[in-house]
């Protein structure tokens, strides 16, 4: 069984830039947390852009479902930025068939030690070994469908709707 990851960038991949007193996408920081992990599922990383969620355009989302549906393969984990990662989990589920998909992302970047990225994208890598074809949103220890979710800022973590 081989993982696809791709990633998108999000806060997951971000990093304080000093220069301009904020927070950037940087790298992919995927392939580290499943080294570190010792990982010895088969996958394959690739980027396919460095974005905020919310600077995501249609055509970013169009690349993300060629993506999916364009590499031979069955199971693709998705890093994602969460405040739009239930539209894209929308569209992969009524343009895609016959793929696992699942989306997952972290509200505090992977650099930072009380990041929910480890947990989330190693909760995420379980899940896509073993969901049925769909997409799917893995956060906070849960699964959801897309449509059936929403992400509660107050709160910090995703919930049913």
Do not use: S, W
């Given at each position: 069984m081989k993982i696809h990851v791709l990633t998108?960038?999000?806060t997951i991949d971000k990093f304080y830039f000093d220069q301009k007193d904020s927070f950037q996408v940087g790298e992919p920081q995927i392939g580290q947390l499943l080294r570190e992990a010792n990982v010895t599922v088969e996958h394959e990383i690739r980027a396919l852009m460095h974005k905020d969620s919310l600077d995501l355009t249609d055509e970013d989302r169009e690349s993300i479902?060629?993506?999916?549906?364009?590499?031979?393969?069955?199971?693709?984990?998705?890093?994602?930025?969460?405040?739009?990662?239930?539209?894209?989990?929308?569209?992969l589920q009524s343009r895609v068939q016959g793929k696992v998909m699942v989306l997952t992302g972290a509200m505090q970047p992977a650099r930072l030690r009380s990041s929910d990225a480890f947990f989330n994208i190693g909760f995420a890598f379980a899940a896509v070994q073993r969901l049925e074809p769909g997409a799917y949103v893995a956060m906070?220890?849960?699964?959801?469908?897309?449509?059936?979710?929403?992400?509660?800022?107050?709160?910090?973590?995703?919930?049913?709707t």
């Open positions: 998108t960038g999000g479902v060629a993506a999916v549906r364009d590499t031979p393969g069955e199971r693709f984990l998705i890093t994602h930025g969460t405040d739009t990662m239930l539209r894209t989990a929308e569209l906070n220890g849960r699964i959801f469908l897309p449509g059936q979710a929403r992400k509660n800022v107050e709160e910090g973590r995703f919930e049913e």
